[in-house]
């Protein structure tokens, strides 16, 4: 069982900056995918960043050049830096990690952007 622990959310002006943490439970080196999605009220959840354990990063056109995702192996944590926040960045975010051929979901953080 891993369990994944959110933290960093809060409200900001947009313009401003988050950095969002997620705590994993287990080594980070037995997930082959670590990511944030996030849910708007009143909207299906959305895929954020992704990262694997190799390769590319991959983000949602909405962030791109905004957002950062990036992990420290040693703290087994991932991190999730966002800048110039806009309003519509207004959600709850979820840490999710795909550990050992099982995917894991964090309790989320809300994210609240104004304008």
């Known amino acids: 069982q891993v369990q994944l622990v959110e933290s960093g959310g809060g409200l900001v002006q947009a313009g401003g900056s988050l950095r969002l943490s997620c705590a994993v439970s287990?080594?980070?080196?037995?997930?082959?995918?670590m990511g944030w999605y996030r849910q708007a009220p009143g909207k299906q959840r959305e895929m954020v960043a992704v990262?694997?354990?190799?390769?590319?990063?991959t983000y949602a056109d909405s962030v791109k050049g905004r957002f950062t995702i990036s992990r420290d192996n040693v703290k087994n944590t991932v991190y999730l830096q966002m800048n110039s926040l806009k309003p519509e960045d207004t959600a709850v975010y979820y840490c999710n990690g795909y550990c050992r051929w099982v995917d894991y979901w964090g309790q989320g953080t809300q994210v609240t952007v104004s304008s």
């Open positions: 287990a080594s980070i080196f037995s997930c082959s995918t």
């Open positions: 990262m694997p354990s190799s390769g590319t990063s």
